[in-house]
């Protein structure tokens, strides 16, 4: 049972575009999330968070976006660089004490390609 | 400052064998977890060690098992080597708020 699902496995954007990527949940317990990028050959790379008390976080050019009541989530970059090209997870969790000790579930992932 | 190191980079085994990979936690990290990513999936959570004691376990059988050392530092050792072990295998070590994952360690089961 896919409890975090990322439908789309691939995804091409031009450089200085908006990147859109999109992951869908079905547990209600969740209320962490996080965006991690991953590079071939390396483990992936913390970007991005958000509590589910929240609706919008923003790092410099990415920005999440949480819709609880829809049980969806998204990662916004702009503008998209060619060093963006990556495969992306998103990950959720429960927040029960701090975070570092809860596991982390993740989607399959989305490869995002920026095109020069 | 050093971050999740985890060693070996890459491994082969037979099936039937039995393998243990090493993790080191970034410094001040007491938390380690294990995952595991099979190609073309997400890494699916193995399980966590804290103060020596496994926390928490994912949907994986007896054949993976763990230890933690005092220095923080873990081993996970699989068993009886299937086919399907084939995967990434991902260390991360926490602070309150995140994980940092290490490169990860490569096994190839034949």
């Known amino acids: 049972d896919q409890q975090v699902k990322q439908n789309s496995p691939s995804l091409s954007v031009q450089e200085g575009r908006i990147s859109i990527l999109n992951c869908d949940y079905t547990n209600s317990m969740f209320d962490y999330f996080l965006w991690y990028k991953k590079y071939p050959a390396e483990g992936p790379t913390f970007l991005i968070s958000?509590?589910?008390?929240?609706d919008k976080n923003e790092d410099g050019r990415f920005t999440v976006f949480l819709n609880k009541s829809a049980k969806h989530l998204s990662l916004h970059i702009v503008p998209s660089q060619p060093g963006d090209s990556a495969v992306y997870f998103c990950a959720a969790s429960t927040l029960i004490s701090n975070f570092g000790n809860e596991k982390l579930t993740f989607g399959t992932g989305t490869r995002l390609t920026i095109i020069p | 400052d050093a971050g999740v190191t985890q060693s070996p980079t890459h491994l082969i085994k037979t099936r039937g064998q039995q393998v243990t990979l090493r993790c080191s936690p970034k410094?001040?990290?007491?938390?380690v977890s294990w995952y595991q990513q099979a190609l073309g999936q997400g890494p699916q959570f193995i399980f966590q060690?804290?103060?020596?004691?496994?926390?928490q376990r994912g949907n994986f059988p007896d054949r993976f098992s763990g230890h933690q050392f005092p220095n923080y530092s873990s081993e996970l050792n699989v068993n009886a080597l299937l086919l399907g072990d084939s995967a990434l295998y991902l260390c991360?070590?926490?602070?309150?708020?995140?994980?940092?994952f290490g490169p990860g360690t490569r096994l190839t089961v034949l």
């Open positions: 958000i509590s589910s008390i929240k």
């Open positions: 991360a070590s926490s602070s309150p708020d995140t994980q940092y």
């Open positions: 060690y804290y103060e020596e004691e496994e926390r």
């Open positions: 410094s001040g990290h007491d938390t």
